[in-house]
């Protein structure tokens, strides 16, 4: 039996330059406001080490009970365009699913122009490709606002 695949391109046009829109994708804390999908879900880093060959662990879920953890794998960084990493979710001891994501940046004036593409291999089904997609537009989108609300520092 193969893991089903499915891959998503999601691209945004960011009111950040560049740099800014860098440091909110890679720095650890401000990862913690936005990477969650929605306000009753936290974010919290264990581990950081974002540098080629870098591992990090964190977990999520409601804040009472962040019961999933994601182990990431960082294997390019180019500072500030594009960083290419892995992430397994796991929780209860059971893998849900692996995924490759790549971010690309292109300055567009003030604002940047961020390409985000996963490839996810689900080891529970095809409801695993939604949930990693739905993840990851919710959190986009939480980051926007929070750009836009000068919510992030």
Not at 13 to 31: F, G, M, N
């Amino acid at each position: 039996m193969t893991a089903p695949i499915a891959t998503f391109r999601l691209t945004r046009k960011i009111a950040a330059s560049q740099d800014r829109l860098w440091h909110l994708l890679t720095d650890a804390k401000s990862r913690e406001i936005w990477g969650g999908p929605s306000d009753d879900v936290v974010l919290v880093l264990d581990t950081t080490d974002l540098r080629e060959g870098g591992q990090e662990r964190h977990r999520c879920g409601p804040a009472d009970n962040p019961e999933f953890t994601v182990d990431t794998h960082w294997y390019h960084i180019d500072t500030p365009t594009r960083a290419c990493f892995t992430e397994t979710v796991i929780a209860g001891g059971q893998r849900f699913g692996v995924s490759l994501v790549t971010y690309v940046l292109d300055a567009d004036g003030p604002a940047t122009t961020l390409t985000v593409d996963v490839a996810v291999a689900s080891m529970t089904g095809e409801d695993m490709q939604a949930d990693f997609q739905s993840g990851w537009t919710s959190g986009l989108d939480r980051l926007e606002r929070l750009i836009a609300s000068g919510d992030l520092a």
